[in-house]
Each structure stands twice: as structure tokens, then as C-alpha cells.
């Protein structure tokens, strides 16, 4: 996920699909994916997720 984008072809390249990732953000208690910057997947299926930041009310790649 990029920038609160999901990006099917990647989840398919690890025979995840979108289900899957919102599930398991799911149970991490982020229910909002327009807020996730960027959402990494290891070789052991543990997500890294970074949130946007913001910064004088925008968003830091504004």
C-alpha cells in the first residue's frame, strides 16, 4: 500500500489479496487505510506501517 493506495499486483506477487490486508490492518486498529503512507510485508507476513504525518493541517507530501 502506498499513499492509502492498495496495490493489487503486489499483494497478488505474495498470493495475498486485499481481503487479507485489510483484515490483518484490521486487527492492528487501523480501520482508515487514507491515513496509511505506506504498509510493508515481510517474508514472515508482519506488516511495517508508517502514517501520514501531518504538519501545520497538510499532509507532509503535500
Known sequence: ???????????KAIGKDEQWLRARLNKLHYNTIENLLLVTVDSNEQLAVFIKEKRDGNNVLE
Not at 1 to 11: K, R
Open 1 to 11: 500500500m502506498i499513499d492509502g493506495n492498495v496495490m493489487p499486483a503486489n499483494l
